[in-house]
């Protein structure tokens, strides 16, 4: 799904959202465009419950 709001000013605001399963992805932006935002959200993988236990372990996610 993408949403994208545009600003009197001319500006846009971005909002890209992906499911995958019960998991939904959502990345947003002011200064990229859809095309760099759909890049960034293909760079985005399910992680394996070992990679969500190690990411916790380090306090990357609370």
Request: glycine residues 8%; proline residues 5%.
């Amino acid at each position: 799904m993408s949403m994208v709001r545009t600003f009197p000013d001319g500006g846009h605001h971005v909002t890209l959202t992906r499911r995958h399963g019960a998991v939904e992805a959502e990345v947003t932006s002011q200064t990229l465009d859809e095309p760099a935002l759909r890049r960034l959200l293909d760079t985005l993988h399910p992680l394996s419950d070992a990679e969500l236990e190690g990411l916790m372990k380090e306090k990357v996610l609370g």
